[in-house]
């Protein structure tokens, strides 16, 4: 593996963060529901602590982050590790740094006394969902994503 490290990001790294958000849309073809801004994010993850951000570096380029927040779980009695978000750019993958990613989150999650640790993948992203499996990780088949958008919940 090349010079590979994993950091907490700061503010100064807002710009690289929206980068890895805009990547991560276009790879997943939503580009166009990105509503982030630089202001938005320092905002919401430097002030109001909303979520937390992992940034990866190869020989001091950015390479892609991960984005997560605490979710509560009734049935564990305590919090729980929310993954949002983790990308890596395209010419970054298949070198172990997702994995590297996936031991730092779960050394956070056991740190902070996490429940458990989940997230979402798109169905047709067979190659994360390859990469899940491998780390041991199940798919709950027998539950649906429910959500209301801005536009309903200002309707409600």
């Not at 979402?120 to 992203?125: I, T």
Request: negative net charge; contains cysteine; hydrophobic residues 40%.
């Amino acid at each position: 593996m090349d010079d590979f490290l994993i950091r907490k990001a700061n503010i100064e790294d807002t710009p690289l963060i929206l980068n890895c958000i805009k990547g991560i849309a276009e790879y997943e073809k939503l580009s166009h529901q990105v509503e982030a801004t630089i202001a938005s994010l320092e905002t919401s993850l430097f002030t109001q602590e909303d979520a937390h951000v992992l940034l990866g570096f190869e020989n001091g380029v950015n390479v892609g982050f991960a984005l997560y927040f605490y979710n509560y779980s009734t049935f564990k009695g305590r919090k729980g590790l929310y993954l949002e978000d983790l990308f890596l750019f395209p010419e970054y993958r298949s070198k172990g740094y997702g994995k590297s990613f996936f031991k730092e989150l779960i050394h956070i999650a056991k740190s902070e006394n996490c429940g458990r640790m989940e997230w979402v993948c798109l169905d047709w992203n067979q190659p994360a969902i390859d990469f899940y499996h491998s780390l041991g990780a199940k798919s709950l088949d027998d539950w649906t994503i429910f959500r209301i958008d801005e536009s309903t919940l200002k309707q409600l």
